[in-house]
Nanobody, 124 residues
Framework: EVQLVESGGGLVQAGGSLRLSCAAS????????IGWFRQAPGKEREGVSC????????YYADSVKGRFTISSDNARNTVYLQMNSLKPEDTAVYYC???WGVGYGLVSYEYDPWGQGTQVTVSS
C-alpha cells in the first residue's frame, strides 16, 4: 500500500522558517513526482512545488519561488520542503502527493494518493 506521511508543520512568526517532510512508502516505481500542495480555509487547493524522481527536476509556484526549496533524500524515501521567509498568506494545510510516470507538474488531479496533511500557521 502506498502511503505518504507529512510532518513538520507548526506555528511560526512571519519571516520565520519551517521544514516539512513527506515520508513515502509502499512503492518501488522508478518514475514518479512528489508534489506539495496547500489549501487555506475557504480557498482552492494550490500547487506549491514538485520534484521528479528521474532527474531531480523541480518546479515552484510563483508565490513561493525564491523562498521555498524542495529536495529529496532517496535513501530515506523522504521529500522535504524548506520554507523560509514565511508570510501570513502561507498559512494553510500542506499536503504531499505522488504523480506516477515521467514528466512533472502541479495539476492536482494527476496526483494520487495523498497524505493526511500538516498545518502551517504563520502569524503576523
Amino acid at each position: 500500500e502506498v502511503q505518504l506521511v507529512e510532518s513538520g508543520g507548526g506555528l511560526v512568526q512571519a519571516g520565520g522558517s519551517l521544514r516539512l517532510s513527506c515520508a513515502a512508502s509502499g512503492f518501488t516505481f522508478d518514475d514518479y513526482t512528489i508534489g506539495w500542495f496547500r489549501q487555506a480555509p475557504g480557498k482552492e487547493r494550490e500547487g506549491v512545488s514538485c520534484i521528479s524522481s528521474s532527474d531531480g527536476s523541480t518546479y515552484y509556484a510563483d508565490s513561493v519561488k525564491g523562498r521555498f526549496t524542495i529536495s529529496s533524500d532517496n535513501a530515506r524515501n523522504t521529500v522535504y520542503l524548506q520554507m523560509n521567509s514565511l508570510k501570513p498568506e502561507d498559512t494553510a494545510v500542506y499536503y504531499c502527493a505522488v504523480r506516477w510516470g515521467v514528466g512533472y507538474g502541479l495539476v492536482s488531479y494527476e496526483y494520487d494518493p495523498w497524505g493526511q496533511g500538516t498545518q502551517v500557521t504563520v502569524s503576523s
